[in-house]
Each structure stands twice: as structure tokens, then as C-alpha cells.
């Protein structure tokens, strides 16, 4: 059954992704709709971006009146709306000073030179010598730079060679990162919960273990919240699931309010010293556009209260799930709306997404064995109750394959 719209885009795109077989020509609220009319319950907003839900009103009237006012003008000017969002988000966050930037990727990126820098100019590193450590399993874009830390095969092969400075470490050893830390140390990267790498919560107080060793060595701690923050998990940052706080946060995603790419670097007035005018920038980062709806996004989530309600919604959701019986459910995981279900080998997830798009439920999995829940944070109990429901009738269809094959 081939359809020409995904024909078109089969053809004359680069085939970089493996979309499911699904045309989306509307959205609102936690729903989206094909180009036959019919509607989905959207389990994916878009890998976290659309937190708000789709063309959230409010947001949408945002864009429209800053977008019939001044959109780009680039940063060699000063604008009313940067200040504004800039002064909104080190208030939430209690980080001091911002970088703004447009995807994750390049937040990442800032961070990462950030880091470097202060290591020379601050803690006196030599001169080329600042190493970074991340993580095993890590996923924080997909630069050459950022696919040179990971320890995805894929994500790698081809595009070598890779910058130096890097080191991988497992996630969620404490221990590990103390024996890593060398006096030209820089930082330390970390995603409070992986999210493209397995929705992986690590053990309770692993990240306090790791905010005392980074202070004790004067090693800069780095949350990658592009995923896990603004709410996702039923926090505004995930890393306060801990009472920590680290040295930076990088925001993207859900900053955005599912309208347009907008990413920051938070950090502190030293980290971000090291930074003079012509070291660093960003055509796009920061316009008034983009400021004007992340400030906006901001309101938002904090007006609909959207992270309390991923902390109770989401920790029903988990109940729900945990409730459904099927033996290919081998663990249910996550925080607030950053759910993760693992799905035995036996079984191919894809092919779980797959039946779940045509029970009227959008989602991917991630690592093969993970289907990963992850809605916008407005939904209510009775869609979750609504997807559960759609979600017991898809494993009982395959229980039941699976006893006919036997
Ligand atoms: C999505 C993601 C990124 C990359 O963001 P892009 O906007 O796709 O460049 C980085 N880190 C984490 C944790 C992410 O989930």
C-alpha cells in the first residue's frame, strides 16, 4: 500500500530516518492526525519538544504577534525579548547567566567549549590539554564532536576522525568518575536520566555522588536536560530530584514550546566569563522570535502547573503500565512522563510501534527493546486511561500470536 506523500518524501529525501508509515497533517493538544483523518494519541512529542502539546494556543498567538513585529536581527543588536526570556529562565533555574542557541546539539557544543576554556583560563589547565567526561550510553547530539563521545556504533562509523579531549565512563558508578578525574579534568557531561539511550533512571543518589566528587576536584558538573528538564520528569530540572545543583544545564526541546528550536547554556557568572565578544555565536540564537516564545513557554509551564502534573500523571501512567499483563513486559522505568517499557528480545519493538500506530497510539522505540512513553504533559488521566486501554488490547493480540505459533 504505498502513499505518495511518503513516496515523494522517500524519494527526493535522505533516507537518515526510518519514519513509521504514518502521514501527520494536524495537531492539537496531545492528539495529531493523518492525512486520512484520523487521530493519534501522540506518545512521542517529538523525543520531549512538544511538552506544551501541539499549537498550544497561547504560544501560537506568541509566535504569531512577535512574528508580525520583528523576527531576526541577529546579535549585533540589542532586542526588547532576549533580556526578558534570558532573566525568566536564570530566575526559574537559580543558574545566573545564559547562552542562547537554537538545538540541543549546539548547546551542547557551547557547553563543551565552555568547559574547555575555563579549564585553561580558570583552573589553569595547560593548553590543549582540558579532558571531558561523559558517559556510556550517552546521547547529546549529533555533531562530529558530540557522535565522537558517543558509544554507538552507528552514530560513529564513517565519520571519523574524532576530536581528542574525551573520555567514557559507565553511567551510574560514582566510583568511576573519581577514578577518571585527572588534575586537566574540565568537566564532567551527564543526562540526569538517559533518554535516547534507554529511558535509564541511575541509582538513587548517583548524581549527589557525583556533585561532591566534581566539587572536591574542581571539575565542572554539566546536566544535559535537553530531554529530562522543563517538567519532563516531574521537576522542573531532574537533577533537583537529588537537592543538587550542578555547575551548567543545557536546555533545548521542550524550551521551544513545540513552536521552534530554542536552546540555552546556564551557568554561573565565572563559567560564563570565559566567554568574550567573537569567541562564539549563533546566526539564529536568541532572536526575538524564539525569545519571545520560550518566554512564553516558560509561563506556561509554570501557569498550567505542567510539572506538578507530570509528577501525578505520570506516576499513574507507570501504575497503568505496570498493570498490564503480558510477558513481554520486562520493566517498566522513568520519571514523571519519561517512561521507558522494555520489551523482551524475543519480540521486536519496532513491530510493537508498529500495531500501537494502528490502535491510534504514536511512539518509537529507542535501543532496540525500549518503547518509550513520553507525552506532551498537559494529558489528562482519562487519555492516559483511554491509551492504556489500547495499549492491553495490542499485548493481548500479540500474546495471543505468539500462543498460535507455539
Ligand atoms: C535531543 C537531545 C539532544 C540533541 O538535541 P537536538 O536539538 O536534536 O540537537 C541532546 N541531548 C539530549 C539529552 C537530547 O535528548
Given at each position: 500500500m504505498s502513499n505518495p506523500i511518503i513516496e515523494r518524501e522517500l524519494s527526493y529525501g535522505a533516507h537518515n530516518y526510518e519514519p513509521l508509515p504514518v502521514v501527520l497533517v494536524r495537531g492539537e493538544g496531545v492528539h495529531v492526525w493523518d492525512d486520512a483523518g484520523n487521530r493519534y494519541i501522540d506518545m512521542m512529542s517529538a523525543y520531549s519538544a512538544v511538552s506544551h502539546g501541539h499549537c498550544h494556543p497561547r504560544l501560537v498567538r506568541v509566535l504569531q504577534e512577535q512574528a508580525g513585529k520583528l523576527n531576526i536581527v541577529s546579535r549585533a543588536f540589542y532586542t526588547d525579548k532576549l533580556g526578558v526570556f534570558l532573566k525568566k529562565v536564570c530566575d526559574l533555574t537559580g543558574f545566573q547567566s545564559a547562552l542562547p542557541m537554537n538545538t540541543g546539539a549546539e548547546a551542547v557544543e557551547t557547553a563543551l567549549k565552555a568547559a574547555r576554556k575555563w579549564a585553561y583560563?580558570?583552573?589553569?589547565?595547560?593548553?590543549?590539554k582540558a579532558e571531558i567526561i561523559a558517559c556510556a550510553g550517552?546521547?547529546?547530539?549529533?555533531?562530529i564532536t558530540i557522535v565522537g563521545m558517543s558509544t554507538v556504533p552507528q552514530y560513529k562509523a564513517g565519520f571519523g576522525p574524532f576530536p581528542e579531549g574525551f573520555k567514557v565512563i559507565p553511567y551510574g558508578d560514582a566510583a568511576q568518575l573519581e577514578n577518571a578525574i585527572t588534575s586537566n579534568t574540565a568537566a564532567f557531561l551527564v543526562e540526569p536520566i538517559i533518554g535516547e539511550g534507554g529511558i535509564v533512571v541511575p541509582p538513587a543518589g548517583y548524581l549527589k555522588a557525583c556533585a561532591e566528587i566534581c566539587k572536591k576536584h574542581n571539575v565542572l558538573m554539566i546536566c544535559d536536560?535537553?530531554?529530562?528538564?522543563?517538567?519532563?520528569?516531574?521537576?522542573?530540572?531532574?537533577?533537583q530530584h537529588e537537592g543538587i545543583k550542578p555547575d551548567a544545564v543545557v536546555l533545548g526541546k521542550a524550551l521551544g514550546g513545540g513552536l521552534l528550536p530554542v536552546s540555552l547554556f546556564l551557568s554561573s557568572k565565572e563559567v560564563m566569563?570565559?566567554?568574550?565578544?567573537?569567541d562564539h555565536g549563533s546566526?539564529?540564537?536568541?532572536?526575538p522570535l524564539a525569545a519571545a516564545v520560550g518566554n512564553a513557554a516558560l509561563d506556561v509551564l509554570i501557569e498550567e502547573k505542567l510539572i506538578e502534573r507530570a509528577e501525578k500523571t505520570g506516576a499513574y501512567f507507570q501504575q497503568q503500565l505496570k498493570g498490564?499483563?503480558?510477558?513481554?513486559?520486562k520493566d517498566v522505568r522513568g520519571k514523571g512522563l519519561l517512561i521507558g517499557l522494555e520489551i523482551d528480545e524475543s519480540y521486536p519493538a519496532h513491530d510493537i510501534c508498529l500495531k500501537l500506530l494502528k490502535h491510534g497510539i504514536l511512539t518509537k522505540e529507542t535501543h532496540h527493546t525500549v518503547i518509550r512513553f513520553a507525552p506532551p504533559?498537559?494529558?489528562?488521566e482519562e487519555q492516559i486511561d483511554a491509551a492504556v486501554k489500547s495499549l492491553q488490547e495490542v499485548f493481548a493480540d500479540i500474546e495471543a500470536e505468539m500462543k498460535v505459533k507455539q
Open positions: 583560563t580558570c583552573k589553569g589547565v595547560p593548553k590543549d550517552n546521547f547529546h547530539g549529533r555533531t536536560e535537553i530531554q529530562t528538564g522543563l517538567g519532563r520528569t516531574g521537576k522542573l530540572l531532574a537533577f566569563s570565559v566567554f568574550t565578544p567573537g546566526t539564529f540564537g536568541g532572536n498490564i499483563p503480558s510477558k513481554l513486559i504533559l498537559i494529558i489528562s
